[in-house]
């Protein structure tokens, strides 16, 4: 396995290191072509790369995984000997892919189906626009996967899960945790998104879109730029795979398997060090004095952006036009400057919006701008970081107009550079001054609370913003600058590294003692999280207990453990008849069915079952067998709170579509299963806490379950009505040595917890064999588990 060289002593033993193992689509490499260098070209670490940025922040030793530039693998083949000396220099472990298959995953799945997806653009033909937005294609997301599966072993080469890190950066590495979580269940993964995350009504139009949500909940700790966007996540985790989450000191959790995925929220910064070494050089300087000269006079506005279709380059260049249409007075004395970076990808979709963008220059340009005026100069290509940071030193105003965009860090660098940065026009120890308009669709704009935010689509809208941002007072821009400054400087690349760093390490600090059960394969792979007893029932361990026995209590849930959740037919089938006559046909057994059902349609449905006893409405009413009488636990005789809880019932019923009422003799139920997941979860919360409050005097128990909210009498339970069979038997003469106690759900955690034998406890025989399991779900206070009710 390669290693990552240690400083010391040479020959000297060292334990190993916990090291940081940064994964993104590509290394924070630069290379030079040099014919007499060792492999054809110079390489050096490339200070803009984000992930060597992120690095700063990171305990030492970090190591990076990715893909070499693109300059490098179009002339240099596959080797050991390169990727052994990047890692020995540059801490750069190399991943290797053909030409085809990195085209295949990069410009045809990444860039040309998931990309525009998570910005919201919905491929609604074969035809569609420009090409930008793609129709699923099972070929190109085979590629994806094939390039996470390589993307995963050379992580593993270099992984040490015990102690090692891993923080996966970016879409392109969606599947990544999978591959990653099936290769070492206790790895320590971090998945940070730096593009939207759709909303959930999008998400679902995905394929597969099963697959990418179990993908994220594969790491421990997933990150988002705003809440929105970790809203959206949340919201189609609930609503394609039913998972619920919950917030406790700060945090959001999404259970999971038995695991906590955590939920992280939080803007990445800029790397200071890297803006500070520029903002004072020489040629920096000169560039800013330049711009200064030409465009004296007038106020200038920058925007900066990448060439691709949701930065809003054309809609923030028709705001321009609008501005100059309704303010002659403006002609002559304003400039937008807007500086093109080159595009990431190639495509119809990036011409069209150059051409657009060009034409619409020329249209002003020709209606406003005479001899020695141009309203708007667009700038397009790379440009070096000296001259970008001149622009942003010297531009009045900065305009971030994007349809949607995650990482966007411009308004980030022109905030310190208008703080920090050479200005010839101001005078010693004046305070410096910055306007700042950014879309409401930008992952910054939240940590923006002083700028001008705009909805890109409403070109009128961001053409008041100009306007009012070149009225704005110098008083007003100085005190929306040192709010930005404060900000920004204090939240930069490191403070968010480090911050992401010591939640991973929270997040899977008991993965070491984890005990796991793999399951599902491919994409559909999850770890099941256990506890240290936790074992699978199988026949083999069961069948001789039972045979060795001779007094056996056997006690099972209806709903989710002998009959299947979701059936429109909740009535039991002929083959559960015919089991449970099998079971009581042997006067060893004692059979329970112990449901929150009611006793009546329980009666109608068992019928046909002689020896099979009920308790119902979870204990409060019990029979022994089909003709003895029901017996009633006689804790409450008063049932008038059912007055009051009925009709609070019925004003959520109405008011939340697909929810109903059951009405119990002993209690209420309100089910909500079949109405939209958020909002009726949203609901059943807001129904507990009316509930609570208005029954807060009356002797009954409110509480929240798989889908439905229920009211009870105090004092009853399927734990209390386990303890009382038990009980009943033992003064009988006929105390259990066999116990299986089977269930699904919240309520039968209480029969789970009733059929353990603590210490000294008369009602369990010393030497009873107790087998009490869970059906699906996980964890549990079950000692053992079956994975759904057809294993029963």
Known sequence: MPSVPNSGDEGAPSPPEARRVVVAHRLPLRADPNPDAPHGFDFSLDPHALPLQVSHGLPRPVVFVGVLPSVVTESVPASDEL????????????????????ADFYDGFCKHYLWPMLHDLLPLAPSYGSGAGLPFNGGLYRAFLTVNT???????????PDEDLVFINDYHLWALPTFLRHKSPRAHIGFFLHSPFPTSELFRAIPVREDLLRAFLNADLVGFHTFDYARHFLSSCSRVLGLSNRSRRGYIGIEYCGRTV?????????????????????????????ITETYRGRRLMLGVDDMDLFKGIGLKLLAMEKLLESRMDLRGHVVLVQINNP????????????AEVLAIRDRINFRFGWAGYEPVVVIDGAMPMHEKVAFYTSADICIVNAVRDGLNRIPYFYTVCRQEGPDPNASAGKPRQSAIIVSEFVGCSPSLSGAIRVNPWNVDDVAEAMNAALKMSDNEQQLRQEKHYRYVSTHDVVYWAHSFDQDLQKACKDNSSLVTLNFGFGMGFRVIALGPSFKKLSPELINPAY?????????????????????INKAPTDELIRTMNALCSDPANTVFIVSGRGKDELAEWFAPCQRLGISAEHGYFTRWNRD???ESCKLVTNFNWKNIAVPVMKHYSDATDGSSIEVKETSL??????????????????????????????????KSGHQIVEVNPQGVGKGVAVRNLISTLGNRGNLPDFILCVG????????????????????FSETAQIFSCTVGNKPSLAKYYLDDPTMF
């Open 547 to 567: 045979r060795q026995t001779g007094n056996r209590l056997i006690l099972l849930d209806y709903d989710g453990t002998v009959m299947p959740q979701g059936l």
């Open 669 to 702: 139920v309100w089910h909500y299963d079949e109405a939209d997941p958020d909002f009726g979860s949203c609901q059943a919360k807001e129904l507990q806490d009316h509930l609570l409050n208005v029954l807060a005097n009356e002797p009954v128990s409110v």
């Open 262 to 290: 955590v939920v992280k929220i939080l803007s990445v910064g800029i790397d200071m060090g890297q803006l500070r070494a520029v903002l004072p050089l020489p040629e920096t300087v000169a560039k800013a004095k330049e």
């Open 83 to 102: 990727a052994a000396d990047l890692l020995e220099r540059f801490s750069c472990y190399p991943v290797f892919l053909p030409a085809k298959l990195h």
């Open 744 to 763: 699904d759900d919240r309520s039968d955690e209480d029969m789970f917890e009733a059929t353990t034998t603590p210490m000294g406890n008369p009602s």
């Open 343 to 354: 595009a990431r990808s190639l495509g119809r979709d990036v011409d069209e919006v150059r």
């Open 628 to 630: 003895s009488p029901w």
């Open 150 to 160: 390589h993307f995963a072993e050379r992580v593993f080469d270099l992984l040490n």
